[in-house]
């Protein structure tokens, strides 16, 4: 049912039975939640692993923006919504990473029916709900949806996810919406209590479909008490046993963005290292055959993003930045040999290998 149609219902229900309104809506948000409970969560994509598949540049958030919270770790976590009809977790995404230096926005995550993008690690703050809250609070932003069934899916993802990051940061869940104290807030409740911005959400929306932030802190709650105490996702806050690391070798700049690997070379959801980071070295491995080099406890990157290889020019090659844009017009002459680093990227659609921090010349050309 869509909402023109389910606002008809309700009004026509109201016009034959003035008693059934409120009837009707607290047996809608009771069932809201337990359609929720039926629903599978359907996880956690990273942004930067997302855009990598597409091909898409990921415009680090923290790269220059990087503050942490008032206390060291977030207080609680603000509840959104993205007052976007038709617009999927996918788009948010994907928008936010372009355009967040123009809008002056960013959150850590967008939710719909077909689950969570993180968009960066919950460690650092966003800008996400004014000055005040931005300083103590995670960020989330649940998207519209256009039926019932689909609204309890978004629901259920927003309410697992939610679950999760209190128990990643030890926090307990209390509802803060009516009184300013507590770890479950509304982006309202910011507004009333700790002021720097003025919307309501997710407020409408919720009660569009018969639902409030109090049915949303019990289901919460319900998703709260069913999980393991504290999954140890925050390095710098669980894990005080840490192995000790070896002297470093070196210190090297990053060519090329790097995802982070295990020591059995499994890709690891710690965030991507940037093009032109300095890097620790504390050694290098070599795991089925391919070499990497240890930045940390259990944190390998490979290391052709670091070292590069070698490759032949067979045509004259120009020079392109990471918007595919290129730069200058001097080239490179065919019959030399240029360093590569890390693995073919896609451009706009074009295939490119990094030779430098932002400079990239095209596959073809080799
Ligand atoms: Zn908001």
């Not at 032109?276 to 491995?285: E, I, Q, R, S």
């Amino acid at each position: 049912m869509n909402m023109k149609k389910l606002l008809t219902a309700i009004v026509l229900a109201a016009s034959l039975a003035t008693s059934s309104v409120v009837w009707s809506t607290q047996v809608q948000a009771s069932t809201i939640n337990d359609t929720a409970k039926q629903d599978s969560y359907s996880g956690v994509t990273y942004l930067y692993k997302m855009l990598q598949q597409e091909g898409i540049a990921y415009n680090c958030f923290y790269t220059n923006n990087k503050f942490g919270y008032r206390n060291g770790k977030p207080e609680g976590i603000v509840i959104h919504e993205t007052a976007t009809p038709n617009a999927t977790a996918h788009d948010e995404a994907i928008y936010f990473n372009r355009e967040w230096m123009n809008i002056d926005a960013y959150v850590h995550a967008f939710v719909d029916k077909n689950g969570v993008i993180q968009m960066m690690t919950p460690n650092y703050g966003t800008w996400g709900a004014g000055p005040v809250a931005n300083s103590r609070f995670i960020q989330v932003e649940l998207c519209e949806e256009n039926n019932l069934a689909d609204f309890a899916k978004g629901v259920n993802n927003d309410a697992v996810y939610v679950a999760q990051l209190l128990h990643r940061y030890d926090l307990v869940p209390t509802n803060a919406v009516h009184d300013g104290q507590g770890t479950i807030w509304s982006h309202h409740a910011v507004s009333k209590f700790l002021g720097g911005t003025n919307h309501t959400d997710p407020d409408g929306y919720f009660a569009k479909w018969g639902y409030s932030m109090d049915d949303f802190c019990d289901l919460v709650k319900y998703y709260y008490d069913q999980q393991p105490a504290n999954t140890p996702v925050a390095p710098a806050a669980t894990t005080p046993t840490q192995p000790t690391l070896p002297d470093p070798v070196a210190t090297k700049v990053l060519m090329h963005d790097a995802l982070i690997y295990d020591e059995d070379g499994k890709v690891t959801d710690a965030a991507l290292e940037q093009a032109g980071a300095k890097l620790t070295l504390y050694g290098d491995k070599m795991i089925a055959g391919r070499k990497y080099l240890r930045i940390g406890v259990n944190q390998y990157v490979v290391a052709s993003n670091v070292e590069g290889s070698l490759r032949y020019l067979t045509h004259n090659a120009y020079l392109y930045d990471n918007n595919g844009k290129r730069i200058g017009t001097s080239k490179f002459y065919r019959g030399k040999y240029l360093r590569t680093y890390g693995g073919r990227v896609k451009i706009n659609g074009y295939k490119y290998y990094q030779i430098d921090v932002n400079q990239f010349v095209k596959v073809g050309n080799f």
